[in-house]
């Protein structure tokens, strides 16, 4: 699994550039860094790409979070793999200074033509999402995110007390 985070934002250095879109696309090769790279729009067509690493660990993620407003990034997308999306989500998306987030199905991002690396495609994603050439999945607000949590933990909980009851149910049948 790997973790390049590619971004993309735009400098108010004159007229005419506030509207560019700054996206950031997450893929990768590990669990424990997160590499950015920030697509800087200036005026005249020119891009200037920064690039920083930042570790997984929260702390981390919130020097990312700064990092992204110190470039004046506002825009981020990342591709859904696996559950790895998600500790960099739940950063990014709280206060103070929340990002507009984007969550991309990796089965759009895949449908994509070309040649597929990881910087490639975590570049072409992040001009994509600046056009608007992607959609994003829906992720529901934290707080249906965590009723959703219960509900699947309930879940498991009632299958796993029926498992238990059949096997009860078996054993005392076999005994007769």
């Known amino acids: ?45 020119e891009v200037e790409c920064i690039e920083a690493t930042f570790p997984t660990f929260t702390e981390d993620l919130e020097q990312l ?8 990034i506002t825009r981020v997308a990342m591709e859904s793999t696996g559950v790895y999306w998600r500790p960099v989500w739940n950063v990014l998306e709280r206060p103070p200074g929340k990002l ?11 449908a994509l033509p070309g040649h597929k690396t990881d910087r490639v ?19 529901p607000p934290p707080e249906i995110g965590e009723l959703r949590d219960l509900l699947r933990g309930r879940t498991h909980l009632v ?18």
């Not at 979070?65 to 004046?72: I, T, V």
């Not at 507009?100 to 895949?110: A, I, M, Y």
């Open 1 to 45: 699994m790997s973790c390049f985070p590619v971004a993309s934002c735009a400098r108010g250095e004159g007229e005419g550039n506030e509207d560019i879109v700054p996206p950031l696309r997450w893929s990768g090769r590990t669990r424990e860094e997160r590499f950015v790279c920030a697509r800087i729009v200036r005026k005249g067509e």
């Open 65 to 72: 979070k700064a990092w992204l407003h110190r470039n004046r």
């Open 100 to 110: 507009e987030l984007v969550l991309l199905n990796p089965q759009h991002v895949k």
């Open 121 to 139: 495609d975590a570049a072409r994603i992040a001009e994509l999402l600046q056009y608007g050439l992607v959609r994003g999945s829906f992720v």
């Open 159 to 176: 299958q796993g007390r029926n498992r238990v009851s059949n096997r009860i149910q078996i054993a005392g049948d076999s005994q007769y």
